[in-house]
């Protein structure tokens, strides 16, 4: 078995621990992830309405 492919069964094993065991953190973290990749399209369209506007 090669070492990435390891490496990805621990990434997921862990985040399915840590959804069972810290269901309440798991979702702060998933809406913060949300959150931020909101902010930052809200961003990103805001430079290209004022680069088209002008």
Known sequence: M???K???YVAVAFVI???FT???NAAAA???V???I???AERLSAF???LVSN
Do not use: D, E, I, W
Request: glycine content about 12%; overall charge positive.
């Open 38 to 40: 909101t902010t930052g």
């Open 48 to 50: 290209f309405t004022s």
């Open 22 to 24: 810290q269901p309440t």
């Open 6 to 8: 390891v490496l990805t």
């Open 17 to 19: 621990f840590y959804l």
């Open 2 to 4: 090669n070492a990435k």
């Open 30 to 32: 998933v809406r913060n």
């Open 34 to 36: 949300f959150g931020g």
